[in-house]
């Protein structure tokens, strides 16, 4: 009995409250749209610039999806 208490327990613990979830991959796609906005109308001289928003973006969504599961 303590076994599966205990089991319960660490469930709990390890998942996350859906609303966060939800926050955070709202944030994440949010960031994407800025740095895609930001790629599209930058200036010549910060094309490096806005290549990196951009990839570090679509980093942090591809993380986000990979944790929610």
Do not use: W, Y
């Not at 089991?7 to 409250?17: D, Q, T």
């Not at 609303?19 to 994440?28: C, F, G, K």
């Amino acid at each position: 009995m303590l076994r599966r208490i205990a089991e319960f327990v660490k469930k709990i613990f390890r998942a996350e409250p859906v609303v966060t979830t939800v926050i955070t991959l709202r944030e994440a796609v949010q960031e994407l749209e800025i740095a895609r906005n930001h790629f599209e109308n930058c200036e010549p001289e910060f094309v490096s610039s806005a290549i990196f928003e951009l990839m570090a973006a679509e980093s942090r969504l591809d993380a986000v999806r990979r944790c929610m599961g």
